[in-house]
């Protein structure tokens, strides 16, 4: 048993075949421990979101292996996969992706569900994540009437509600403004804090480097070099 | 539970896309569903019309009799066998009929017919030439005789008239009926109106020395469409010498027209759910596309592909049901006035036809569990074919590609 | 014309941009106009046997009889032939040949069967126009009209338990109504395509028979043109020239077969109302569809300063495009299967049912062009009304609310 949450081993990742193929990722290792605060950094097609999305089991690499909380990644089936997210990991994306047809509590309740949680826990809890994120009163409406920053803070709280153990965010700040994008940071941050949850995004946001511990830099899919905070 | 609310939900987000899917449902299970009552109402009325003035359900007849009728291939002491037959479950009437090709003289004049030997009070229980005498009355005398309208005119016969028919007996002698015309029928069928007389069974079968047989024994059941069931049951009463036929064998013009029918509806109706069917699967193509991402994220959150799909099926399913819903409101509106009325066979401009064809004078509707299933689940089936062929894709697709997809 | 070019060549391009979609919608399409061309096809050469073979089976274009003997055939109700006048009447007529016979009822007896049949008296060498000349016979034909044997069918000689070259006896009534009785030797036995007439129809020469039943009369006339249809006038020429008799064409000689025709003329379109009803939702489903996620870009065009008349136009060009499309493709299928079915379905599993019909029990499919081309109007149409809605909501939009969404 080791204190790493997430091992990366010489992975690589190529896309596509032959002369078309992009070398997204060339041979990374790389460790995150249990209740950092990490920022993946680096210019546009870099690799940033292939790390991530190889991480969270979106994704498998080429070469090399992922292992997450001592398991490697390849040995997994797809539903299993998909347990381990919604047990362990929470997902933020760049895009909200919200389910348009559920209210802001239904999608964060959404994931309680699919963990078999009853329904009047998973209200108060529901609730309860979307205040800590300051959303208290648009609980009960459509995506479709929250602006990008509202909609965002949802994807944070549905990413929060199951407590993960890694928190996953590729480029939480990007439809955001300054003072929404501080905002969001610090709620990060006092998660991390208050419940040692792991958190590992992915940005080109200075504002957002600045509330890490460790950045790791990348650089045609490769580590660049690791600064700590 | 959750996918089922989410479902929903996700019908109602696209209304206009939901209520047409359901309406082309609907379209498709109104229109089976017409075509199929109808269909269904008319094969029994059909065949209780034509059996009733030819063959009847079920006939008992020597085994050779049918490939060649011959006054010497008969079933003998019927009066025994048909009480016998009535003990039987499932049996309403039986009535024995000799037959014999004569020559019917007037006068001078004389024409060729069919002349058939019926019992004068059990006959009408098994046909409905009773009711057709349109001048004199049905058998009034034990010498007495019916007989078609045209062959009347022709033969220049009016009722109470004496005419003699001359017929081969079962040693192939010539022998002689002169019977008076009590009555004579008007069927509307120019075959039987032309070249039919019917006299009294004990008349004819005297003359031609038949003592108690018969050629037919005619047989009414109470499951006309099933007449194996009441085989079963009278098989083991028919002599050795004869067999049992049912009447899709005595008149396979009726039952074959019913299974071309049949074949040719069929036809139509698979045509239709086709095009339906490749209707729904566009539309479900069209929104797995604009889902991709959905999918995607409901993946990355950890909901399982099994789950997903469910979800989809659940979609298809609801849509379905508010389909066939739709269409049975519909089909229920149109067939609830016509199932008491009928269509009546004049308004279709088959009324001059009625007789020639046996048609019945009205048809109506009749919704049994065939009309019913048949749309909605062939229908239903290719829909959830459609939602598997539309999320295919979905499924090969890597997740990350879905999670990138723009639409 | 370079507005048209722009509208084609944009629609073309969305249209292939969103292939897999379309293709399932052309597959709906192409699977409609098959159906309905193959069916109608289907339909139609089922019409067209029923004409042929009622014309071939003694009936001809035009029949004529004298007044009553419909109800009462018998020689009684004979009338003279005048063979000049007869001539005269179908003057300018494209005929193929007449022939007059007598038809009447008899009772024949054999050694040891007796049934009843129609006897005809027929003049051989005229029965080119009918079904007669295609018999295929065991024995001899009837040599002319003054042959005195008798030509039986198959089946009749079978259920007389006769023979070829003996006698049969038939009864039936003379000039003056009275039953007479005469001796025939059968010279040929001829096999036809229906039962029902093998067991029903007796030929001999009719010069012969009207020997025997002291006239000079003739029960009908009938008439075979070249052409499939008789034409009204064609019709009319005739019934004038002879008043006093009844003059009918195969619709009042057949009347069960003139209805099931007719009621066929009926049958095309509702089917065709049908298929195309079905089809509609799919069409408006996918315009509407590609009209909604294209909003934005419409909004772009319209920012940029399209008129609002060419996205309309582009609309209606792509599902114009697409039905074109479905209609090459089906109506290719159809003439594939068409030409498949070419020889004919077999239907003699349904012999008697089909005969009933007044059909052949080789089911020939026939294309009509006129349908094929009501077909193609019709779903063109079609495909302009379905897109028109779709189109109104893209331009209905105002374009800032079109480039936000
Ligand atoms: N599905 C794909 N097919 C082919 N190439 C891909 C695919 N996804 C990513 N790439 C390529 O892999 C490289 C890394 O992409 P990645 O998305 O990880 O970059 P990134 O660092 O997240 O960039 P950005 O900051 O713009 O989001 C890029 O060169 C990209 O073009
Ligand atoms: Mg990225």
């Known amino acids: ?229 | 539970m959750l996918s089922v609310k989410v479902a929903w939900r996700n019908l109602w987000r696209n209304r206009r896309r939901t209520l047409l899917t359901a309406g082309a449902v609907g379209f498709a299970v109104l229109l089976v569903q017409l075509g199929m009552s109808f269909q269904a109402g008319s094969y029994e009325p059909m065949v209780e019309v034509s059996t009733r003035f030819a063959s009847g359900h079920l006939q008992i007849q020597h085994v050779d009799y049918k490939d060649d009728p011959r006054t010497e291939r008969f079933v003998s002491n019927t009066t025994e066998l048909r009480s016998h037959l009535l003990d039987l479950p499932g049996i309403n009437a039986v009535s024995n009929r000799t037959e014999s090709f004569g020559l019917v003289n007037k006068d001078e004049r004389s024409y060729g017919a069919l002349v058939v030997g019926v019992d004068p009070q059990i006959d009408p229980s098994a046909s409905h030439f009773s009711d057709q005498v349109t001048q004199g009355t049905y058998f009034d005398s034990p010498n007495s005789a019916i007989i078609g309208s045209a062959l009347a005119r022709n033969l220049r016969v009016s009722v109470g008239d004496e005419i003699v028919i001359l017929s081969t007996d079962v040693d192939g002698s010539v022998a002689f009926i002169a019977p008076s015309v009590s009555g004579i029928f008007e069927t509307g069928n120019d075959a039987l109106d032309r070249s039919l007389v019917q006299v009294p069974r004990s008349l004819i079968n005297d003359a031609l020395m038949l003592e108690d047989s018969a050629h037919r024994v005619v047989i009414m059941i109470d499951q006309p469409m099933l007449p194996e069931q009441s085989s079963e049951v009278i098989t083991p009463l028919v002599p050795s010498t004869a067999s049992l036929l049912d009447w899709r064998e005595l008149m396979p013009e009726i039952s074959q027209s019913i299974r071309l029918d049949k074949i040719s509806n069929g036809i139509v109706y698979g045509t239709l759910t086709v095009i339906v069917v490749l209707s729904i699967a566009n539309t479900f193509v069209m929104t797995m596309f604009e889902r991709t991402r959905e999918f995607g994220t409901l993946r990355a959150v950890g909901m399982h592909n099994r789950s997903i799909f469910g979800m989809f099926i659940t979609e298809t399913i609801l849509m379905w049901m508010l389909g066939v819903a739709i269409g049975y409101l519909l089909s229920t509106c149109a067939l609830l006035p016509l199932i008491n009325i009928g269509i009546g066979m004049d308004s279709m401009g088959m009324d001059q036809f009625a007789g020639l064809l046996f048609l019945p004078d009205r048809i109506y509707p009749a919704v049994d569990l065939k009309v019913v299933l048949v749309a909605p689940i062939s229908i239903g089936v290719g829909m959830v074919l459609s939602t598997m062929l539309a999320s295919i894709r979905l499924y090969r697709l890597s997740l990350v590609d879905a999670l990138r997809y723009r639409e | 014309m370079n507005t048209f070019r722009l509208v084609l060549n944009l629609s073309l391009r969305n249209l292939w941009r969103q292939r897999r979609r379309n293709s399932i919608l052309v597959v709906a399409i192409t699977f409609a106009i098959g159906g309905v061309i193959v069916l109608n096809s289907m339909i139609r050469g089922m019409q067209v046997q029923m004409v042929d073979s009622v014309v071939e089976n003694l009936s001809g274009h035009i029949k004529m009889h004298a007044p009553n003997y419909r109800d009462d055939p018998s020689m009684e109700r004979g009338f003279v032939l005048d063979p000049i006048r007869v001539d005269e009447s179908v003057e300018g007529l494209p005929v193929l040949g007449w022939a007059a016979r007598i038809t009447i009822p008899a009772v024949i007896m054999s050694e040891r069967e007796t049934r009843g049949a129609s006897l005809i008296g027929i003049d051989p060498d005229r029965e080119l126009i009918s079904v007669v000349s295609n018999f295929k016979l065991e024995g001899e034909g009837l040599e002319s009209t003054s042959d005195s044997r008798v030509l039986v069918g198959r089946s009749l000689l079978e259920e007389l338990r006769t023979k070829l070259g003996r006698r049969i006896v038939l009864t039936t009534l003379d000039a003056d109504g009275i039953s007479k009785e005469i001796g025939f030797r059968i010279v040929g036995v001829y096999d036809a395509e229906s039962e029902s007439m093998e067991k029903s129809l007796v030929f001999t020469g009719r010069t012969a028979l009207q020997e025997l039943l002291n006239s000079s009369e003739v029960t009908e006339v009938s008439i075979r043109l070249k052409t499939r249809y008789a034409k009204q006038e064609d019709f009319d020429q005739v019934r004038k020239s002879f008043p006093e008799l009844d003059v009918l064409d195969w619709q009042q000689v057949n009347p069960i077969v003139a209805f099931m025709y007719n009621t066929v003329n009926l049958v095309i379109y509702i089917w065709l109302g049908i298929v195309l009803g079905a089809l509609v939702f799919g069409l408006v489903n996918t315009l509407i569809t590609a009209v909604l996620e294209r909003i934005h870009e419409f909004g772009l065009f319209r920012a940029v300063g399209m008129r609002s008349r060419i996205i309309v136009a582009q609309v209606i060009c792509e599902s114009v495009c697409l039905m074109i499309l479905g209609i090459a493709l089906g109506v290719a299928g159809s003439f594939l299967i068409y030409a498949w079915l070419y020889d004919g379905i077999d239907l003699s599993a349904f012999a008697e049912g089909v005969e009933m019909m007044g059909m052949s029990s080789q089911m020939k499919p026939a294309i009509v062009a006129h349908d094929v081309l009501v077909v193609v109007a019709v779903s063109i149409t079609l495909a302009v009304v379905a897109s028109f809605y779709p189109a109104r909501r893209a331009v209905r939009m105002n374009p800032l609310d079109a480039l936000r969404h």
């Open chain 1, 1 to 229: 048993m080791t204190n790493d949450v997430v091992q990366l081993r010489s992975v690589t990742r190529v896309y596509g075949q032959g002369n078309v193929a992009v070398n997204a990722l060339q041979g990374i290792s790389a460790e995150i421990n249990k209740g950092e605060f990490v920022c993946v950094v680096g210019p546009s097609g870099c690799g940033k979101s292939t790390m991530l999305h190889l991480i969270g089991g979106l994704d498998s690499p080429t070469s090399g292996t992922v292992i997450v909380e001592d398991q490697d990644l390849s040995t997994f089936t797809n539903n299993e996969l998909s347990d381990l997210r919604l047990r362990r990991m929470g997902f933020v994306f760049q895009a909200f992706n919200l389910i348009p047809v559920l209210s802001a509590c239904e999608n964060v309740e959404f994931v309680l569900q699919l963990q078999g949680i009853g329904k009047n826990e998973r209200d108060t809890r529901a609730r309860e994540v979307l205040d800590s994120v300051g959303l208290a009163d648009a609980a009960d409406r459509r995506p479709g009437e929250l602006s990008g920053g509202q909609q965002q803070r949802v994807a944070v709280a549905r990413a929060l509600v199951g407590n993960p153990l890694l928190l996953i965010a590729d480029e939480p700040s990007a439809n955001l403004d300054s003072t929404t994008t501080r905002e969001l940071c610090e709620l990060l941050q006092s998660i991390n804090r208050k419940h040692g949850t792991t958190i590992l995004i992915a940005t080109h946001d200075s504002l957002v480097m600045n509330y890490s511990t460790r950045t790791i830099q990348l650089e045609d899919g490769k580590i660049q070099q690791e600064n700590p905070a």
